[in-house]
């Protein structure tokens, strides 16, 4: 297993990086660009999808009867590793495939295939590498740097790998072998601010602790103890195409 963690974004990153794709509006083909890319960088930071996934997708993958899915089926033939995976759509990502649906997709707009995610002029599929110049570009924009695609699969990643096991994980992100999950285990800029502010509030943290257990009065007689006490629970902008 690496020693190193992937490259991730921190969460006020990654609304920095969704901020600037959004704002790419204006015109109607500007603001048919920014809601797609707005939902294929989505797909990627919200669904863990690999860019060349995305650019596979079909309408029938993300919609059914005019409503987004409620789990995500990437297919075999969509993979690099040939390893069929689900993935629940969380609602951030449900409101964005509405919000394509309803401003890329008409009644009368007639089109030559069922792919999701095409150039604004043509019918032809986006390609990796113009996805890959298009979150560069946001990435350069709002952060003073370029960010790949794979780093938001990254950041969904470690993100998962925070509150759940590393085997839900790995059946999300479709890997073959647990050893590539794995490698999100290691702590993160987040993980390591946070355990940071943690130990300079070590009052904070303990807030809720157990007052000590006080000596009661033993009866002077055995009595039956009845039945057990219940307790509560705790608290369960340019290079657009």
Same mark, same amino acid.
């Given at each position: 297993m690496s020693s190193e963690s992937p490259?991730?974004?921190?969460?006020?990153?990654?609304?920095?990086?969704?901020?600037?794709?959004?704002?790419?509006?204006?015109?109607?083909?500007?603001?048919?660009?920014?809601?797609r890319n707005h939902c294929m960088a989505l797909l990627m930071l919200e669904a863990g999808l690999r860019v060349g996934e995305v650019v596979s997708l079909r309408m029938s993958d993300l919609y059914f009867n005019s409503v987004p899915v409620r789990n995500i089926i990437i297919k075999p033939h969509m993979t690099k590793n040939k390893v069929e995976h689900s993935i629940p759509v969380s609602d951030r990502l449900s409101e964005s495939l509405c919000s394509y649906l309803n401003t890329c997709f008409r009644w009368d707009d007639v089109r030559g295939s069922d792919i999701a995610f095409t150039n604004v002029h043509t019918d032809r599929s986006i390609t990796t590498r113009q996805v890959e110049r298009i979150i560069c570009a946001a990435g350069w924009m709002a952060l003073g740097r370029p960010v790949h695609p794979h780093v938001l699969r990254h950041t969904f990643a470690s993100r998962l790998?925070?509150?759940?096991?590393? *085997?839900?994980?790995? @059946?999300?992100?479709?890997?073959?072998?647990?050893?590539?999950?794995?490698?999100?285990?290691?702590?993160?800029?987040?993980?390591?601010?946070?355990?940071?502010?943690?130990?300079?509030?070590? *009052?904070?943290?303990? @807030?809720t602790a157990k007052p000590a257990k006080q000596d009661l009065p033993q009866p002077a007689e055995p009595v039956h103890p009845g039945p057990l006490p219940t307790y509560p629970l705790g608290p369960s902008r340019p290079g657009y195409w």
């Open positions: 490259p991730t974004l921190e969460t006020a990153e990654c609304e920095k990086v969704l901020d600037v794709i959004r704002s790419k509006s204006g015109t109607a083909n500007k603001t048919r660009k920014a809601v790998m925070r509150v759940t096991n590393s *085997s839900t994980v790995q @059946q999300m992100l479709g890997h073959k072998y647990l050893s590539s999950t794995q490698v999100y285990c290691h702590p993160n800029e987040d993980d390591k601010r946070l355990a940071i502010e943690s130990a300079s509030h070590p *009052s904070e943290t303990h @807030q």
